[in-house]
């Protein structure tokens, strides 16, 4: 292939984000831009005998049909020791050309997979995908590459401090699954049976969770709990607690997450979730945040762009071929 | 019948400790001494068609066999909304007479059932079942009703203020059911698949997650996050994970009752789960803490003691008939 023609509409490179439970697909075209994209319920968790081959060949084959040498990359779960191959995790301080550096090809299937970044010392953490949301997120808004907080809401939420374009350190929050096991399988969730999962904008039961969070003193542990006791006592109808207890689980990871000095400049996300966590900021003084979604394809193209010589050829003089997203 | 031949071994009160899992049936003589126990997998959520006499009738036919009269009392959650009978909540503070005198009888069946013990407020709380264990405690030891803090291990695990004899304030942690959810639900679970249920001695991983929970500042829901990253970065072993999660939640229990102005003089359980709490405070400074278990026996005497007219009779000018359970 040669990528020197520039045409608009002509393929580039596969992008694909390959997580736990979903892989989303993209074919990308010059300076990233997206030209289709698929969505599957095709997460490691759900490909049967580890067929990883046969996925990405179902996934791409019409794509690579008419360019059968169209490089493909993989960020999140796929790198994992659970994934088709393990990619390992890059040390924090991480940029642009560490986590391309750590990039894994598979053997026979032209996918290179993209590395995670861990934080070693007294507050290990890990993260597997996000880590290319942050460099799409960086590829939209360059200003934030200085010196930003992003927050990822999501199963596991991530509060990521980015400093001279890299990833500098970073916390994450089992938010997302801890509201999940709560709600599917505690006392909690069976109390609120017959109610509305709170997947809508925000209620006020789902305020006052984040400003009693905001305010409390005793832990997680003890905060849910009013989730229960506000219903038996009668301060809370039933059919509100699970949006009062997403409000609590929010709000105890927002209030945590300032308290420990971040003050967020974006949020990342699934746009709904986006909203909660807008609100909650909001509630604890924290306005004009600005929001962002679908950031991996970006990243993808930010990190194959450095990795994949093909790429390379035929984007000119320009050192940040992503920036150049929106010509 | 008649209480007055005092024979040590004649039956004086069937005694319940009725949950949501089990069912503790006491015979119990003079004094409250225990004659015969019983347990039984009948929690109310385990009672077939709501047949709750007939459980009754099952657990209690041999011991009424002898003395149709035999008074019952029953503590727990056989009197929610989702038991027998609602037996309402009592208000803090809540003293032996306010408890007693809450008692609601179910019609026919001859069994009085205890109210639960509600705070309301700012902070609503509820307890049902645990006020009998904290007044048998203080009638074991009658030193702690002045003013104490006892911690009382759980699926929901209470802190409770007693003062002047009486339950004056009380925090729920659910700590308990959080770890079961934990492990039985989530990613936490699944990485240590394989591992042993931490259910003997405290380990030295419990003892490294308390010691990280005493110290973090992130919230419960990024400390939870560590017994993944742990392993995942080469810091934790995946069969010690479940021993390192239950120290960080049962460490951050203790470090939020500590930082709440709470220093326990007693721990009230199943007594390898008091081990744990104990060895979580020996690890934040708290020693010489009174380790109590069973005492729902003793608090449903003292209960019937106040309400039961039959058993008053016969126990001579003692004015604390419980706190002559040693005699």
Redesign the interface.
């Known amino acids: 292939m040669t990528a020197d023609l520039g045409a608009r509409g002509e393929a580039r490179l596969i992008a694909l984000d390959w997580g736990t439970t979903s892989l989303r697909a993209y074919l990308l075209g010059d300076a990233g831009m997206v030209l289709e994209r698929r969505a599957e319920p095709l997460g490691i968790l759900n490909v049967i005998d580890r067929d990883f081959a046969g996925v990405l060949a179902s996934i791409t084959d019409r794509w690579r049909g008419e360019n059968p040498e169209l490089p493909a990359i993989a960020s999140g779960m796929i790198g994992s020791a659970q994934g088709w191959i393990e990619a390992p995790?890059v040390g924090v301080p991480a940029d642009l050309s560490a986590v391309a550096g750590g990039i894994v090809m598979v053997p026979g299937s032209g996918l290179a997979v993209v590395p995670g970044v861990?934080?070693?010392g007294a507050?290990?953490?890990?993260m597997r995908g996000e880590e290319t949301q942050i460099f799409g997120a960086l590829a939209e808004r360059p200003e934030l590459g200085r010196l930003a907080t992003l927050v990822m809401p999501g199963t596991?939420?991530k509060w990521v401090r980015v400093a001279d374009g890299g990833i500098s350190r970073f916390?994450?929050?089992?938010?997302g699954?801890?509201f999940a096991?709560?709600r599917?399988?505690?006392?909690l969730g069976r109390l609120a049976t017959g109610a509305p999962p709170p997947d809508g904008a925000p209620s006020s039961a789902f305020g006052r969770g984040v400003r009693h969070a905001a305010g409390a003193?005793?832990?997680?542990?003890?905060l849910?709990?009013?989730a229960?006791?506000?219903v038996?006592?009668g301060?809370l109808p039933a059919s509100e607690s699970l949006e009062y207890l997403s409000g609590l689980?929010i709000g105890?990871?927002v209030?945590?997450g300032l308290?420990?000095g971040e003050r967020p400049d974006a949020i990342i996300g699934e746009p709904s979730l986006c909203v909660r966590y807008a609100a909650a900021l909001a509630e604890l003084g924290v306005h004009d945040v600005t929001v962002l979604d679908d950031a991996a394809p970006a990243g993808l193209w930010s990190i194959a762009s450095l990795a994949i010589p093909s790429l390379q050829r035929g984007e000119g003089s320009s050192r940040r071929p992503v920036s150049g997203r929106a010509n």
């Open positions: 995790y861990a934080q070693r507050s290990p953490d890990v596991h939420s916390t994450t929050y089992m938010t699954e801890l096991v709560l599917g399988h505690s006392i003193s005793e832990g997680l542990a003890a849910i709990f009013s229960r006791s506000g038996l006592v301060d689980l105890d990871e209030r945590a308290a420990g």
